[in-house]
DNA sequence: GGTAGGCTAGCACGGCTGTGCTATAAAAGA
DNA sequence: TCTTTTATAGCACAGCCGTGCTAGCCTACC
C-alpha cells in the first residue's frame, strides 16, 4: 500500500524539483538530467516515473493548474459581488512568490507549446478554464448590474488584460508590484461598473460618440 | 563601396532567414546551423557576420522593433482622434501575416530574454517603446476628451490589453482573429470615452460606488 | 525462503548545440 | 601587379540533450 502513495510523493517532489529549476534557470534548464540532479535522483529513476520529458512537463503544468483551481475553490465566502470579483482575479495574478512561480511556468509553457504539440491541448485545457473563470467573474459582476451585459466581449477584454498583466509582471517584476496590479484590476472593474452605469442612460454614450 | 552595402543586404537576407525558421519551426529551431541553412549560407559564413547566436537574435529583433516604428511613423494623418488611436493600435496588433510573425518573435524573445541577460536590455527597450506608445495614444485621446486623465493607470491598462491580445492571438490563431482583436480594441476606445464621460458626472460613479 | 516486480542507478548512443579555427576564393587598394 | 582585407566554407571540439538499455537492489507477496 505504501506503494503507490510513495510514487505520487516522488512525482510531487519531482514537480517541485522542476518548477525550482525553471524558477532559477528558466524552462530551457529543466532537462531531464538538471530536474533529477535537483531532486536527488538519477535520470533513470526519474524516467521510471515519467516516461518522456514531455510527460513530465505536463504533469507539472497540471499540477500547477490544479493548484490554481484548488485555491479558488477554498476561497471563504464573499457576498459581496465586487469584492468578490477582485477576490478571485487576485487569485489568478502573480501576486505573491508561488504564484510568480506558476506564472512563469505558465509563460514558459505557452511558448514552448507554439512548437511542442504533445504540451497543445493542456495549453489550451490551460486557456479555456482562465478564460471561463473570466465569464463567470463578468456574468456574477452583470448580475448585480455592474458590469455590461454583453459578456463575450468583456470575456476577451478581462482575459487579455489578466494575461498581459502576468507577462508584464514576469518581464519586469520592479515595476510591476503587487499593488500596481491590483491597481490595474480595481480600475478595470470600476470602468465596467461605469460602463453598467452609462449603458441605462443612452444619451450620455451618444453624446460621446458624436464628439469623436 | 558595394562592399558595405553587400553586408547590409547579407545581413538583412539573414534576418529574414530568422524569421522564416522561428515562423515555421519556432524559436528553438533557430539554431546557427539551422538558419544558416535557411539561408543558403554556411556557419562559417554567417559567423563572419554575426559573432554570436545572441547578436544574430538581437539583430532580428532589433530589425522587427525598426519595421514597427517605420510602420507607425509612415502612417497616413488622421484628423479624428479616435480614428488615430484605431489606426496605431491596428499597427501594434497582429492583425496581417507579416505581423503575425513579428509577433511570435517578440513572444519568442519574450521569454527567451527571461533567462538570457543578454536579450534582456534589447527586450526592455521594446517594451518601454510599446508603453510609450500606449501612453502617447492616451495622451492623444484625453486632450480630446475621449479618455480620462489619468494616463499613469490607463497605460497600464491599455499596455497588459495590447499584450495580453498579442498573446492570446498567438496560442489561438483561430479563434482571435482580426475581426475581434479589433472588436476588443473599439470596445476598450468606447469604454475609455465613456469613463471619460462618466468622470465628468461624479453622482453617477458615486452611486455605482455605493450600490457595491 | 524464495521469487516476482517496483525502484534506482548509470552507461551508451546518436544527435544537436555554439563556437574556435584554418584554408580557400574573391575583391579592393596600393 | 602585388598585397591586404573581406567573404565563404567547412572541420573539430566540448558540451548538452532525450532516450534506450542493462544490471542490481529492495520490498512485498506467495
Redesign the pocket.
Known amino acids: 500500500?505504501?506503494?503507490v502513495v510513495?510514487?505520487i510523493e516522488?512525482r510531487r517532489k519531482l514537480v517541485e524539483a522542476v518548477l525550482r529549476v525553471i524558477r532559477r534557470d528558466g524552462l530551457e534548464?529543466a532537462?531531464?538530467?538538471?530536474v533529477a540532479r535537483e531532486a536527488g535522483?538519477?535520470?533513470?529513476?526519474l524516467?521510471?516515473?515519467f516516461?518522456?520529458?514531455?510527460e513530465l512537463m505536463a504533469f507539472a503544468f497540471r499540477t500547477v493548474i490544479d493548484r490554481i483551481e484548488s485555491r479558488l475553490a477554498t476561497l471563504e465566502p464573499e457576498p459581496d459581488p465586487r469584492r468578490r470579483a477582485e477576490r478571485v482575479l487576485a487569485e489568478l495574478l502573480p501576486l505573491d512568490d508561488e504564484r510568480r512561480v506558476e506564472n512563469e511556468l505558465w509563460l514558459a509553457f505557452t511558448s514552448r507549446a507554439l512548437v511542442d504539440p504533445a504540451l497543445r491541448e493542456l495549453r489550451d485545457e490551460g486557456y479555456d478554464a482562465l478564460r471561463a473563470g473570466c465569464r463567470a467573474i463578468l456574468t456574477d459582476l452583470s448580475a448585480a448590474g455592474l458590469a455590461p451585459t454583453d459578456i463575450d466581449v468583456e470575456t476577451g477584454r478581462l482575459h487579455a488584460l489578466l494575461d498581459g498583466l502576468a507577462v508584464h509582471a514576469a518581464i519586469r517584476p520592479d515595476i510591476h508590484t503587487a499593488h500596481s496590479l491590483k491597481a490595474a484590476i480595481a480600475r478595470h472593474l470600476d470602468a465596467l461598473a461605469r460602463e453598467a452605469t452609462a449603458a441605462r442612460a443612452p444619451t450620455e454614450s451618444a453624446l460621446s460618440r458624436t464628439v469623436r
Chains 1, 2 share one sequence.
Open positions: 500500500m505504501p506503494k510513495d510514487a516522488r534548464q532537462s531531464v538530467r538538471n535522483l538519477s535520470m533513470g529513476s524516467r521510471h516515473y516516461a518522456s520529458q514531455s
